[in-house]
């Protein structure tokens, strides 16, 4: 099995399974609007009677969202020039990379845990589906299987995020390091240079648990194991023995995900056009980008399930030994 | 308060006997030239460390005679952790005082001897002088930012006292824009320095984390000895450079009339050269020593310099030196943004996109204190906001001059852990300031509006409330009184003070008279309350309304008392009108205008009607509250207190207007749709850890 034919099947099988990316996306949704609906009440409530109602369907007037950021608190802070724009999907990628994606707000930390947790449990139903689609068609099959994995998933991501949390430890460890190794430095290209390399190879742990995590999930749903400890160092051996087809399927459907982020962020409408078109274009096109990355997530997936039972000599789609 | 200028010198009988009597009573000079410096120094780049010999030459300039000379010693300020710099730096939240910090890092200035060498013997008198320090300021007994020295005999006014010192300095890395990165150095505040004997007393305040610097003017002649392969910049002009013995280079700078002088040197350095000229200005020579990564930049750091030197020379007067040396500084070095006489530090980062404002921003502010402080040397000590605040305003104004709307910049890539700030930066579009190039400013002063008044002292200033007081709220508070008088009022009165004050210490009257003078009117009202006061100016339309001019109740009729009341009948009539807008039905619309800040400033009061008929009410602002109450023939639209927003301290421009109906949720959903996609984005990295 090549790179090319575990991706080809893996997009494949993404394609095939766009049902559960939009149950994804639309739980993601669900996730979101009570926020939305809370901010939306701040923003109207601020803007109240005055004529910032007519001026804020343009551009955004900085001067009267510093004034409402000063006196919000909680969730409202959130709101920040670039995460009103396109470059809102930047933001996020660095507070992923930086950690602070549990630091920024208490509240949004609870969802986002939250949803991570949904995930976990929807993604044994989601690989049920990729391996064995023929036993898991409809919602049933797929919820069934998804809570059949789900404490099993738990546990796995309980330990993996210790290893989370020890990298992101190491990244605060390091890069201050790198800050006092380079004080003497003068020229910036060279202590940015310092910086990216620290940082791909920060990010090259996080995929290396990331990428032993999902085999170790797909291993207990295609071996169906019980054993979390047996599934994830079954996991660690196939990655240590198999990297450059583990990593590189990672790499490759990862950079489809920074394409993909690349195109929303220079094809995203116009943050000042105004009226209802350019409302709805703008929401349209920020839901289609979330669909898609989670039909690129779920051909993650796919493809990585091709590799495993590639790897194992299982046939595909089927449990049973070839 | 123990200012050292309270302090009165006695007078000694023997003082005309022997100090140095002044060449000529008026100088032909444009300043004063009262402190003047003569100084070699060796820089050593291994050891970080400088040795200075010092020729000082003072002219008493005041009615009183004084027997001892104050010094500044900055670099002290970062002798240890228990000067008052660092301890107030510390207050501030800056991370001075960091676990990271090394033996190396710290800095002092160490004065080996002072001696007396002004011509004359004095029979008895040992030439070399004692010293103390001294903390007027907070009584610090470990502060030693201010050195003492006695003087054998007084220095009577007109006198002139010539001292020699031997100093050696460790050259901290940076502190306030001052010290070492590397091979990277930038020397400022380095040499004991002379207060400004004012008032009967010496001004030389200790060294504080949240001001600045005051000293008079006089002429340098600075030697500075380097490694051959450093480029130097420097304070005034290059007079020669000699080759010595051990592979070193002695470079000469001299410079008349500026109170301070600075240097730069690394071997980094890029020179590059250009010159500003324009009708009606003299040229000045502009030398550039840029980052070799900068490269790039070179043009627009010309071009904003040359940006300032047009638009102050136009508006105040013109800059006189002929010269000016732009420094691009290292990396991380924290020595950007910083002005001093004939030199003046910009500040760029690699990818700095055009549009962002940076580094054409700081250029302009920076080559602005050419004027605004260089110049005109108010006491930086005490009256930070005079220079900051006038070359803020002026900073802004000439921004708006010559380039687009300024867009926000957000860095990416700031890695975790570290103080730094992103590497790369981008542009956000769709966000902007459409109330005027001020409503910048105001984001800074709302949250510290009402910390403290500006007039008390800017070094007791809460540490981190300067940048509030003396940058934004001035540069608002100028802006306000351009639209209230008018830019043909107040740019004359700014030349006026700028010429009347060129190479002299204003004080904060002299600048409210010009303006009271020019305008020819008294603002005292104003000054007495964006200077000697901290309260905040908030006006608000609190409600607004507009019905069908009817009365109920009892009415006077050809006579007689009759009660008009209100039939089902009228009130469906009254409606009807108002839905068809009848021209022959009399709208009662009323707006109520409250005052919320202690501020107050004269007002007026927009009313729109629909058929597009605009009135305005002048209001005094005085009351707390104000009815409005205006009858026309069309139904009232909105209305908007202070609608030409001239009264650009208002913290809360948002209140100012109001509608009469409801408006519809369209904004908060446009805005909360962009968010939401954000939010969604955001669960999905959330979704990698499950």
């Known amino acids: ?322 | 308060m123990c200012f050292a200028w309270l302090w009165l010198v006695p007078v000694h009988a023997t003082a005309q006997e022997v100090a140095t009597p002044v060449e000529a009573e008026a100088p032909a000079s444009p300043s004063p030239r009262n402190a003047s410096y003569t100084i070699e120094v060796h820089l050593d780049p291994d050891a970080k460390t400088l040795e200075g010999r010092q020729t000082v030459v003072w002219r008493n300039t005041q009615s009183a005679a004084t027997d001892e000379l104050w010094f500044h010693l900055y670099w002290n300020g970062w002798r240890n952790s228990r000067s008052t710099w660092m301890q107030e730096d510390q207050i501030r939240g800056r991370s001075s005082l960091d676990s990271e910090q090394e033996a190396e890092d710290w800095g002092y200035l160490e004065v080996d001897s002072v001696r007396w060498s002004s011509t004359g013997d004095i029979a008895g008198v040992a030439r070399e002088l004692a010293t103390r320090f001294a903390s007027p300021d907070d009584g610090n007994p470990e502060d030693r930012t201010v050195m003492v020295v006695s003087l054998p005999i007084p220095v009577e006014p007109g006198e002139s006292v010539t001292v020699e010192l031997a100093w050696r300095a460790k050259i901290p890395r940076t502190f306030a824009r001052t010290g070492f990165r590397g091979n990277y150095f930038f020397i400022a505040h380095w040499f004991p320095k002379l207060g400004v004997f004012e008032g009967g007393g010496w001004n030389c305040h200790q060294y504080h984390s949240g001001t600045e610097y005051f000293s008079d003017y006089g002429v340098y002649d600075v030697a500075i000895t380097l490694p051959s392969e450093y480029v130097l910049g420097a304070t005034g002009l290059l007079v020669d450079s000699v080759e010595n013995e051990d592979g070193s280079v002695t470079h000469r700078h001299f410079q008349e009339d500026v109170h301070s002088f600075t240097w730069t040197t690394s071997p980094d350095y890029l020179v590059l050269t250009d010159r500003f000229e324009h009708e009606g200005l003299p040229p000045v020579d502009l030398r550039l020593l840029i980052q070799p990564e900068h490269r790039s930049q070179a043009a627009r750091h010309f071009h904003a310099t040359k940006t300032a030197l047009q638009y102050y020379g136009t508006w105040y007067g013109p800059y006189p030196y002929g010269h000016v040396t732009v420094v691009d500084p290292a990396y991380g070095s924290g020595a950007g943004g910083m002005e001093y006489p004939t030199l003046f530090t910009a500040g760029t980062r690699l990818f700095n996109p055009y549009g962002g404002g940076s580094p054409e921003g700081v250029t302009i502010h920076e080559a602005g204190h050419q004027f605004w402080y260089a110049l005109v040397g108010n006491n930086e000590f005490e009256d930070a906001w005079l220079d900051e605040g006038l070359n803020t305003y002026s900073t802004t104004r000439a921004y708006d001059q010559a380039y687009p709307p300024e867009k926000p910049v957000r860095r990416y890539f700031t890695p975790p852990g570290t103080k730094g700030r992103g590497f790369f930066p981008l542009l956000l579009e769709g966000f902007g300031y459409p109330g005027g190039i001020f409503d910048e400013r105001l984001d800074g002063y709302r949250e510290l509006a009402t910390i403290d008044r500006q007039s008390t002292p800017s070094y007791l200033y809460y540490p981190s409330a300067g940048g509030a007081l003396s940058y934004s709220k001035t540069a608002l508070w100028l802006a306000t009184l351009e639209r209230h008088l008018g830019w043909d009022v107040l740019q004359p009165a700014m030349s006026k003070f700028f010429h009347e004050w060129q190479y002299r210490h204003p004080e904060p009257n002299d600048f409210f008279d010009t303006l009271s003078d020019v305008a020819g009117q008294d603002l005292s009202w104003f000054f007495e309350q964006v200077y000697h006061s901290s309260e905040e100016f908030d006006y608000a339309v609190l409600s607004v309304s507009s019905e069908p001019a009817a009365v109920e109740g009892w009415v006077t009729q050809d006579g007689e008392l009759v009660l008009a009341e209100r039939s089902a009948e009228d009130e469906d009539e009254d409606d009807t009108a108002a839905e068809e807008e009848d021209s022959e039905t009399l709208f009662r619309s009323e707006v109520v205008v409250r005052r919320f800040g202690g501020g107050v400033f004269p007002v007026e009061v927009l009313m729109v009607f629909e058929d597009g008929e605009e009135v305005r009410y002048r209001w005094d602002g005085r009351a707390r509250w104000k009815r409005i109450v205006v009858e026309q023939t069309s139904k009232l639209v909105h209305a908007v207190v202070d609608p030409d927003r001239v009264l650009l301290l208002d913290v809360r421009p948002s209140n100012n207007s109001r509608v009469l109906e409801t408006p519809d949720r369209g904004p908060a959903l446009k805005w909360t749709a962009r968010w939401l996609v954000w939010l969604q984005d955001l669960l999905t990295y959330f979704a990698f850890f499950g």
């Open chain 1, 1 to 322: 099995m090549n790179l090319f034919k575990a991706i080809g099947g893996g997009l494949a099988l993404g394609l095939r399974s766009w049902r559960i990316a939009l149950l994804l996306w639309l739980m993601g949704l669900l996730f979101a609007l009570p926020a939305a609906v809370f901010i939306e009440e701040a923003v109207h409530e601020y803007i109240g009677s005055s004529l910032a109602h007519e001026t804020l369907r343009g551009p955004m007037d900085l001067a009267w969202l510093e004034e409402f950021l000063d006196q919000a608190g909680g969730m409202s802070s959130t709101i920040e020039p670039s995460r009103l724009s396109p470059a809102a999907v930047i933001d996020n990628l660095e507070l992923w990379f930086s950690g602070d994606l549990f630091k920024e707000n208490l509240g949004l930390a609870a969802l986002g845990i939250l949803f991570g947790l949904f995930w976990t449990l929807m993604s044994g139903g989601v690989l049920a589906q990729l391996t064995r689609p023929e036993d898991h068609q409809g919602l049933a099959p797929f919820l069934a299987a998804s809570s059949r994995y789900f404490f099993r998933f738990l546990r796995l991501v309980l330990v993996a995020g210790l290893a989370y949390y020890g990298i992101y430890r190491f990244s605060t460890w390091l890069f201050p390091r790198i800050e006092q190794a380079t004080r003497d430095v003068t020229v910036e290209g060279t202590v940015l240079a310092y910086n990216l390399i620290a940082a791909a190879f920060v990010a090259l742990l996080l995929i290396l648990v990331k990428v032993v995590v999902d085999y170790a999930k797909i291993g207990t749903v295609i071996e169906e194991r019980r054993s979390m400890s047996i599934a994830g160092l079954r996991a660690v051996q196939l990655v240590v023995t198999h990297p450059i087809r583990t990593l590189s399927v990672y790499f490759s459907m990862g950079l489809l995900g920074l394409l993909l982020t690349a195109v929303y962020f220079f094809l995203a409408p116009d943050v000042a056009a105004s009226g209802l078109g350019p409302m709805v274009l703008a929401l349209v096109v920020g839901q289609l980008y979330l669909l898609l990355r989670w039909m690129v997530r779920i051909s993650l997936l796919g493809a990585e399930s091709i590799v495993f039972q590639s790897i194992h000599g299982y046939r595909r789609q089927g449990a049973s030994r070839l």
